[in-house]
């Protein structure tokens, strides 16, 4: 059974581009969360979705971020004119929340660094 | 909304010694996790335990909800334990984990 698979591992990016990066959950979950981790600091909460709905983006910036999960293929975090800040470990976790089943399983993440 | 605090935020240990980190969240939850992130960045979880004890090994995970507080112990740690434990608790009206800042564990040869 596959875990969450994240990709590209590394990314880079000149100021001004777009970042895309993306999340297959786990088989059977059905619920997206991202997170983004700065440089020796803690996972903050960006967005949490499930199948072709925006559950929550309490946590995700009102410009240049946005979030989907399509109902085919991977949930994508799209990052526009990207700038040096952005610079960060992008993880993304998928759980089932059935149940009352609401365990986190964590993708290896996506390391984005702008230049 | 829910605050979570994990304490010490810096341990090192020699090897072989036992340690105990703590979690305290100031709202009801339903559920919790512990994590630990490892050098390389990786996050593995260890306990999904929203009340009770679990054990696995040399790690066991005790939460009291009611208390609002989750304790990991690590026993006979090993250089290999080294890394980060992070808490995230899931709060009663919430949709989301809300993570604590960590502690850095160091476990010396």
Redo the contacts between chains.
Sequence with gaps: NAGVMQNPRHLVRRRGQEARLRCSPMKGHSHV?W?RQLPE?????MV?LQKENI??ES?MPKERFSAEFPKEGPSILRIQQVVRGDSA?Y?CASSRRDRGT?????G??T?LTVT | GIQVEQSPPDLILQEGANSTLRCNFSDSVNNLQWFHQNPWGQLINLFYIPSGTKQNGRLSATTVATERYSLLYISSSQTTDSGVYFCAALPNYGQNFVFGPGTRLSVLP
Excluded: N, S
Excluded at chain 1, 41 to 45: A, H, N, R, S, W
Excluded at chain 1, 102 to 106: G, L, R
């Design positions: 969360y997170y600091e803690g996972l903050k909460f949490y559950i929550d946590g470990a993880f609401y365990e986190q399983y964590f290896p993440g390391r």
